[in-house]
């Protein structure tokens, strides 16, 4: 497996165009600290924005590359005449220099990063989640387990020692199947799922929802990652703080990569993993199971009301059976083929960047 990858020139162009931060630098925004980039420039690109501006350099016949390095007179017919848009494009991308420093800075650090122009890009993620996909990941660790999919298992930050047990005992299941489990980083219940496959000999998928350069300096971490049997992604940056927010579009990461999710512990109606089931469950990215029986909490049980399934075995049996299942890819509502059809409209976008 790969634990290093390197950022091509599309990559390169799209992180220009998209990167609101790299280590500690925040781009494009007022007061944002220095480092070489803008902090009056024009805000980076969305993901669906980065999307529509995809189709039309494919409608062109050009590639991400194309942008850099050009004045906005010269993108202007890559643009389909968006004059506007031409500017703002030529300004984010004169950023591509200094972020290329910082990129050779994270690669020292062991961090990589995947552009969604990049064959190492998970193609369930983009699949499933269509132009929101995150036009950039960055990672550490086996690159290639995150085409790998396997068995989500999520859970409450504070869940009981009842319910701990189980993650664990249901992820080194997983583990022994042969199946990477995929979590979100956290403690509690993920933190016992990543430690259970991990103990068990598997593979773990971690995507977080803050510091990937703080996490990669723990030791049993740089272990896992030299042992090419973890790899942590995060699609905010290097060196992001902790938000909700941010681990609310964590938990997307987390079903998208997997074939399978298992809730373990969840409070009904709030909370970050109630949000990232239901969200699960509405867009049909994977089927959820939730833990059901005895010790399962309330909010377990107003899931399955909303469509998860329910697991009523112990954590082994539960576990093994559901690595056991073979893939399943359910495009979902993020796929949306009505906004797709008027994205398509790139001219009219362009003009309004």
Known sequence: MTIHHRLGDDGLAILALTARSTGGRVAGRPGGSAGGLEPDGPNPLAPKDWARVARALAAAGARPADLLGRE????????????????????????????????????????????????????????????????????AGAVELLQAGGVAIVGARDADAQALAYAAEAA??????????VSGGARGI??????????????????????????????????????????????????????????MGRNRLIYCLADAALVVSTAEGEGGTWAGATEALKAGWVPVYVRAGEGASAGNAALTARGALALEEGAEEAAGALARRPAVHQEGAALDSEHDQIAEQQTLFLEQL
């Open 190 to 247: 993920d933190g016992a799922a990543m430690n259970g496959a991990a103990e068990a000999g598997g593979s773990v998928v971690g995507a977080l929802a803050d510091s990937l350069e703080r996490k990669v300096r723990a030791a049993d971490i740089r272990a896992l990652v030299a042992d090419e049997r973890l790899v942590l992604v995060s699609p905010y940056g290097a060196d992001v703080p902790f938000s909700v927010g941010n681990a």
């Open 172 to 181: 080194a299941a997983v583990a022994r199947s042969g199946r990477p489990v």
């Open 72 to 139: 906005a007179a010269d993108l202007e017919a890559l643009l389909g005449g968006a004059t506007a848009a031409a500017e703002v494009i030529a300004r984010l991308a004169a950023r591509a220099t200094t972020l290329a420093m910082e990129v050779e800075r994270l690669a020292g650090r062991g961090i990589w990063l995947v552009s969604i122009a990049d064959g190492a890009y998970p193609a369930r993620l983009r699949d499933r989640l269509g132009d929101s996909a995150p036009p950039i990941l960055y990672g």
